[in-house]
Structure formats: structure tokens, C-alpha cells
């Protein structure tokens, strides 16, 4: 858990599709997305929520090659509210240090909402 807090079904929840740099070992990329990165976008205003859930270790055993690296999940209260979020130095920080662990042409989202089936 990067930032913690409440969501409710009206909040929008963006899903990143994590990829790591070619080259870049696995577990230094996990220590730097969770120790570095992580904190960084953790204080863009407008995100309400932040987890990352990195790909298991042993997902890469014998020389497999996961799909993703990990997935990014942010809670923020509407669309109109992360587009505003594009406008803050937080969010700048954020996409200046993206290249220093993420393959660039390799980064996959979706904007959804959450909804409970019973």
C-alpha cells in the first residue's frame, strides 16, 4: 500500500499495466517502484488510493517472463479529477521518473469503476 484511503463506488479507479525497463533486474525494479516511485506518486493530491501489487519472484523462475511486472491500482474521486492531476508538479515528478524503471512503449491501462456483485 502506497496511500492509504476510504473509496466508495463513485470513484473512478485507473489500472496500470506495469512493464520494467529492459535490462533492469526484477527485484531492483520491485525495490525502486515500492521505495522510490511509489512515494512520489503517493503525493499527487488527487489520488485518493494507491497499491501495487508486484508479480511474485517466483512467477519468473526458469527463465519465464511474465506478462506484466506488476499492476498500479488508483482510487481518485472522478476522471475530471486525474486529468487535473496531469496539471501539478507532484504529477510531473511522477512522469520524469518513470524512465528510469518502466519500458516506455510497454505501458497498458483501463478507467473503471468498482462494482460489487452479489
Given at each position: 500500500?502506497?496511500?492509504e484511503g476510504p473509496t466508495d463506488s463513485a470513484m473512478v479507479k485507473l489500472v496500470e499495466f506495469i ?13 525502486y517502484w515500492r521505495t522510490v516511485h511509489g512515494p512520489l506518486a503517493a503525493r499527487i493530491p488527487m ?72
Amino acid at each position: 500500500m502506497q496511500k492509504e484511503g476510504p473509496t466508495d463506488s463513485a470513484m473512478v479507479k485507473l489500472v496500470e499495466f506495469i512493464t520494467r525497463k529492459p535490462g533492469m533486474d526484477v527485484e531492483a525494479f520491485q525495490r525502486y517502484w515500492r521505495t522510490v516511485h511509489g512515494p512520489l506518486a503517493a503525493r499527487i493530491p488527487m489520488i485518493r488510493r494507491y497499491v501495487q501489487c508486484h508479480t511474485r519472484l517466483s512467477a519468473y523462475s526458469a527463465g519465464r517472463q511474465p506478462l506484466y511486472d506488476g499492476v498500479a491500482e488508483v482510487w481518485a474521486d472522478s476522471t475530471d479529477a486525474l486529468r487535473e492531476s496531469e496539471k501539478t508538479p507532484e504529477y510531473a515528478a511522477v512522469r520524469a521518473d518513470e524512465p528510469k524503471f518502466l519500458d516506455p512503449g510497454k505501458l497498458a491501462f483501463i478507467i473503471t469503476r468498482e462494482y460489487t456483485v452479489l
